[in-house]
């Protein structure tokens, strides 16, 4: 589209404040009828950016009202076969807002296009997904007995499984201070440590226990390890949320190697060595460490030969095929999350420009120039609802064709045939 696709016409100045620019939500267009404005919070964005204040507003409703004020809109068709709009209004004799309204429609009039959209799977797999529900469950369950229902940190979740949780009356905590007997604990995916699990034994709480399978096994064979006498190497990072529980089983035995050069630090004399892959490293990262740790001990071992988290490196090649296969690619999520900059680097070693999206007004016309296809991948700090609304107001420039990508591993049983 171009300015000359942008049209002025008289609408009512009811509402309407000089100095700000109002922006519909929905409006009756003489040619179409009325019109929904998906894209109004990105004109909304490029107006506050711009320094001038916003008013959000539905103007399907014209009735016995006196024409004052004057729109820009355009419209453009929708992947459904309807038709979206988009606009802004200024004041009557407002000429600066009516000024900024008209610059930021052509501006995003001049990027409106049908485009493709390629959608990542979710960050969240499924131990954390299989923790989510069934704190939900315990939660719905005593919601209305005396009992408290506490979830341990970290608690990694979809934000809209917090605020369900937060319904029901559960609380999110570190540690077990202030439950009484009879209370209800709620493990996470990540696990807990020994003693924290002992405490809340002596403490006479009912425990679910939440613990992703794959943790657990890594948690069992460390202290298995460790009972053999073993020095036990955990492939992975010092911070992430599984690290403390596996070596609290192991106290004194173990090593946390996130670099080839960590594994320099072992002494086999103090007792073979045996390897674990932290639920949550991914393979690849994990390899090089892995192959320095077996040129430096021939005889290690690894402590779980067959339990391998492989969701972290179907997620890493998700994002990457999503932008390999994308002109731009949207990270969804909080920009000081060191969660969405690492899905940010994995589109950028594609070769493919990504940008971080906190809110929906962070998109910008710029962004959208000569882009074709837009993949986008949700971070796991991303807010409630976001990704839908990304999609909802990119829905508003034209035509969106949406699909989704996932990358799976599967586990084969038996021969292979």
Same mark, same amino acid.
């Given at each position: 589209m171009s300015r000359a696709d942008v049209r002025e016409l008289p609408v009512p100045s009811i509402g309407m404040q000089r100095g700000e620019v109002l922006v519909p $939500?929905?409006?009756? &267009?003489p040619v179409h009828g009325l019109l929904s404005c998906p894209a109004a919070p990105l004109v909304a964005g490029s107006l506050r950016a711009r320094g001038r204040p916003v008013q959000l507003a539905d103007l399907s409703d014209e009735a016995s009202a006196d024409f004052d004020a004057r729109m820009y809109l355009v419209t453009c068709p929708r992947e459904d076969g309807g038709t979206a709009a988009f606009a802004a209004a200024a004041a009557p004799g407002d000429a600066l807002s009516a000024a900024a309204a008209r610059t930021v429609i052509e501006e995003w009039a001049a990027v409106c296009a049908n485009r493709s959209l390629l959608l990542s799977a979710t960050p969240w797999c499924s131990g954390a997904l299989h923790a989510a529900s069934a704190a939900s469950k315990a939660a719905a369950e005593h919601q209305n007995t005396e009992r408290r229902?506490?979830?341990? =940190?970290?608690?990694?979740?979809?934000?809209? $499984?917090?605020a369900e949780l937060a319904g029901? /009356?559960? =609380?999110?905590? &570190?540690?077990?201070?202030?439950?009484?007997?009879?209370d209800v604990v709620v493990f996470p995916a990540h696990g807990v440590t020994a003693q924290l699990r002992a405490d809340a034994a002596r403490r006479e709480l009912v425990v679910v226990d939440a613990t992703c399978p794959i943790v657990a096994a890594a948690q069992e064979a460390a202290a298995r390890a460790a009972d053999r006498g073993h020095q036990i190497v955990l492939v992975g990072q010092p911070e992430q949320a599984a690290t403390i529980p596996i070596v609290s089983l192991a106290p004194g035995r173990v090593t946390v190697a996130e670099t080839p050069a960590k594994t320099a630090g072992i002494s086999a004399a103090q007792g073979p060595v045996s390897y674990l892959l932290e639920p949550g490293f991914s393979v690849e990262a994990g390899a090089p460490i892995l192959s320095a740790l077996r040129s430096r001990y021939p005889a290690a071992r690894p402590a779980v030969p067959a339990e391998v988290c492989y969701a972290p490196s179907d997620r890493a090649g998700t994002i990457y095929s999503v932008a390999l296969g994308? &002109?731009?690619?949207?990270v969804v999520g909080d920009p000081q999350s060191s969660d969405a900059r690492y899905a940010c680097g994995i589109a950028r070693d594609a070769g493919t420009k990504a940008q971080l999206i906190g809110n929906v007004e962070d998109i910008k016309p710029a962004?959208?120039? *000569?882009?074709? $296809?837009? /993949?986008?991948?949700? *971070?796991? *700090?991303?807010?409630?609802?976001l990704a839908a609304r990304v999609l909802d107001a990119l829905s508003g420039l034209g035509r969106l064709t949406i699909a989704r990508r996932r990358l799976s591993t599967e586990k084969a049983t038996g021969a292979l045939g």
């Open positions: $939500t929905h409006v009756g &267009d229902v506490c979830v341990l =940190t970290p608690a990694a979740m979809p934000p809209e $499984t917090a029901l /009356g559960a =609380t999110v905590a &570190d540690s077990l201070e202030g439950l009484e007997p009879g994308s &002109d731009l690619m949207l962004m959208l120039a *000569s882009v074709n $296809t837009i /993949g986008m991948a949700e *971070s796991t *700090s991303a807010a409630a609802g």
